[in-house]
């Protein structure tokens, strides 16, 4: 159905935080930072509408905007 398109979509927020963080990490290890970003992202949205909370979602983009200082 839309897998598909759900792939290209997460490929592409992968690929655009991998690109963000390359110059800092260097590709490998700007690649591991992506995936584990979105994912820890998207399990922190899923975990906020479940249990009508934000605290874990806030929690993780601090951490990733750690990354970037």
Do not use: C, P
């Amino acid at each position: 159905m839309f897998k598909e398109e759900i792939l290209a979509y997460f490929d592409n927020w992968e690929r655009a935080v991998s690109h963000i963080m390359e110059n800092r990490y260097g590709a490998d290890k700007a690649r591991e930072i992506a995936v584990e970003s979105v994912a820890s992202v998207q399990g922190a949205i899923m975990m906020m509408n479940l249990y009508n909370d934000s605290t874990l979602y806030l929690k993780i983009e601090k951490k990733l905007i750690t990354l970037l200082d």
